[in-house]
């Protein structure tokens, strides 16, 4: 059987409790809300920017497709000489060149159009065109295609907003690091400064 052993020094119910704490900074509130607030903005906001892109993408894709419903695949060719050198200085990889086709009617037509850079004239171009002349060099997408614009669409917001989260906390981070520490600087000044005061009153 187990004796009982009465309450140490500092033990029992009787005896008082550490329950201080350290302070808490005005710093360290900020932080902490801060990044409570950061975090809540980026859950919110990041879904509902991407669903919006992706939305509008599938909303103005579906248009398009509609539009050229009616459009035909033809073989174009190219007036003149694609600006290459131009293109190719800044990076382009297509420029707009105006190309030339037959109707089915027999009727000539031209139009301005996006070629491959530096493609010298008489250069073949697939272009779709539709009944009332209109020309494009891209045809209209399927539905499969739509839905997969809108998805990676929605996919490169989501990434850019989860890149700007990163940065923002970072520099509120580092921004809090920095009032925190002009907080240890000044408190430092005023606990030296007590300290010499008591040395030179002994």
């Not at 539905?143 to 850019?160: K, L």
Request: proline content about 6%; glycine content about 8%.
């Amino acid at each position: 059987m187990m004796e009982e052993m009465p309450p140490g020094p500092g033990q029992g119910h009787g005896a008082p409790t550490s329950t201080r704490r350290l302070p808490i900074r005005a710093s360290d509130r900020i932080q902490r809300w801060g990044r409570v607030l950061l975090v809540v903005f980026f859950l919110l906001a990041a879904p509902l920017a991407s669903a919006s892109t992706g939305r509008a993408v599938h909303e103005a894709e579906t248009r398009r497709a509609a539009t050229l419903s009616d459009a035909r695949k033809a073989e174009a060719r190219l007036i003149s000489d694609a600006d290459g050198p131009a293109a190719a200085a800044i990076g382009q990889t297509t420029v707009r060149a105006p190309v030339r086709w037959t109707q089915p009617d027999g009727t000539a037509r031209t139009a301005v159009v996006s070629v491959w850079a530096g493609s010298p004239a008489g250069t073949t171009v697939p272009i779709w065109t539709t009944a009332q002349g209109a020309a494009t060099s891209r045809g209209p997408a399927t539905p499969g295609e739509v839905v997969a614009s809108a998805w990676m669409t929605a996919a490169g917001t989501f990434t850019a907003a989860t890149g700007l989260f990163i940065a923002v906390w970072k520099f509120f981070t580092k921004l809090v690091d920095r009032i925190r520490y002009v907080g240890w600087e000044k408190e430092w000044d005023e606990v030296e400064a007590e300290l010499s005061e008591q040395f030179r009153n002994r």
